[in-house]
């Protein structure tokens, strides 16, 4: 499974980015899908994940603020982030769990996308 992050970029704090994960070689509407982040210097964090029947999972940093969905159609997860901060500052990495049972940022992804940076000053 190849999967391919793009959306990110540059906003002031307050503003939106909609970032999109398009995987290629499966068919990922029965994999359990995250969005990861890391900023410099810090470990990775799980933002969110989405499970076969789109439940889904949110960090408390980003509750209210950020929302996971998938098109199973299109092969493709994205993460809405809105009421950006700058702490939200990082790369932002999608990845993808096989076994779409339960469903968290814990579950062991197989696969990783390379990252889409994400600025917000």
């Known amino acids: 499974v190849q999967l391919v992050e793009s959306g990110g970029g540059s906003v002031q704090a307050g503003g939106s980015l909609k970032l999109s994960c398009a995987a290629s070689?499966?068919?990922?509407?029965?994999?359990?899908m995250g969005w990861f982040r890391q900023a410099p210097g810090k470990e990775r964090e799980g933002v969110s994940s989405i499970d076969v029947v789109s439940g889904s999972y949110y960090a408390d940093s980003v509750k209210g603020r950020f929302t996971i969905s998938r098109d199973n159609d299109k092969n493709t997860v994205y993460l809405q982030m809105n009421n950006l901060k700058p702490e939200d500052t990082g790369m932002y990495y999608c990845?993808?769990?096989?076994?779409?049972?339960?469903?968290?940022?814990?579950?062991?992804?197989?696969?990783w996308g390379q990252g889409t940076q994400v600025t917000v000053s």
């Open positions: 990845a993808a769990d096989p076994d779409g049972g339960l469903c968290s940022p814990s579950n062991d992804f197989g696969y």
């Open positions: 070689g499966a068919t990922t509407s029965t994999y359990c």
